[in-house]
């Protein structure tokens, strides 16, 4: 057990909220977010960094939360899945992976996500080579990821001023809005 004089308190915005929490200098990012703050989108596959589940944008970067102290976040802004959209409005990078049905089970995908997120972010057009880098540090024990880069490359386009148009054998990309 520890003694409260041992727990630091810390500000940190989730998905454009502010928190003021107090926390053990030892927690876990990834802890803070789930059982602190209920936000459950962001998983915990290995604990090791190898797998990218608890991928989060920390200040609009990717890193992963099962190996970056809660502290470490005070004063800055974490974006989780929970973050991405709502329920009126999905974000293209959502959008994406449920047109090209970018997902099987769906554990890897809010870190597939957010790294695809903050991927589109810096690089508006990327190749699929640039893609398959990007999600590098994510893995899926599910699919191929071909349906994965689709649905980024997909959401680049939407994202980036392009309309997605269905040909009946998947999706194509054409023009400008």
Not at 20 to 29: M, S
Not at 68 to 81: W, Y
Not at 109 to 119: D, E, F
Not at 154 to 172: I, Y
Request: charged share 20%; proline share 4%; with cysteine.
């Amino acid at each position: 057990m520890t003694d409260a004089a041992d727990e630091h308190r810390i500000t940190v915005t989730v998905n454009g909220e502010p928190h003021a929490v107090e926390v053990e200098p030892r927690l876990l990012l990834v802890h803070l977010l789930r059982e602190g703050l209920r936000l459950t989108g962001t998983h915990i596959g290995c604990d090791t960094t190898n797998c990218g589940a608890c991928t989060v944008l920390y200040d609009g970067t990717p890193v992963k939360s099962c190996t970056m102290l809660a502290v470490q976040a005070d004063g800055h802004e974490i974006t989780t899945v929970e973050g991405l959209g709502s329920l009126s409005e999905l974000d293209p990078v959502q959008e994406g992976f449920t047109i090209e049905h970018g997902l099987q089970c769906g554990f890897c995908t809010p870190g597939m996500m957010l790294t695809a997120k903050a991927l589109i972010t810096n690089n508006p057009n990327p190749s699929e080579e640039d893609v398959r880098w990007g999600l590098s540090g994510n893995l899926c024990r599910c699919t191929g990821y071909q349906n994965i880069v689709k649905a980024v490359l997909w959401a680049a386009a939407k994202q980036h001023g392009h309309v997605a148009e269905t040909n009946g054998q998947g999706t194509t990309v054409s023009g400008r809005t």
